[in-house]
């Protein structure tokens, strides 16, 4: 027999970790531009700070071993795509050129063609 009392208590734990988290990393943020006099890298640390403070708490949350997890996985996986070499990116990239060249002359004769028979046909401006 469970308790309900206690799932809601670690809901509502699990919230306030989630809040701190979000708080850490908003007061890195806020830290790196009320330090706007100082120098880059002791603004950029304190947002590096304040997100691995986030992170730490973070952890220690359910929802927030889910997202890490998550991340994680989504990690892996991107370590699985096969990214295309450069002669294929090269290939890629030229065809889509093509197509857009090929589209926007279409596009111009298209409209050409409804400008001609509108002014010039129906209406007789010239």
Do not use: C, H
């Amino acid at each position: 027999m469970s308790n309900p009392n206690v799932e809601t208590v670690t809901s509502s734990t699990d919230r306030v970790k989630v809040g701190l988290a979000i708080a850490a990393f908003v007061a890195g943020l806020v830290g790196f531009y009320a330090l706007s006099s100082s120098p880059t890298i002791a603004r950029v640390g304190v947002v590096i700070v304040g997100l691995v403070v986030a992170l730490v708490i973070a952890y220690f949350s359910e929802p927030g071993r889910r997202v890490i997890a998550f991340a994680q996985d989504s990690y892996q996986e991107t370590r699985k795509v096969v990214w295309p070499n450069r002669k294929e990116t090269i290939q890629t990239t030229g065809a889509v050129f093509a197509f857009v060249v090929i589209m926007a002359v279409f596009l111009w004769l298209t409209d050409k063609s409804i400008e001609w028979v509108l002014y010039d046909l129906l209406l007789g401006w010239k």
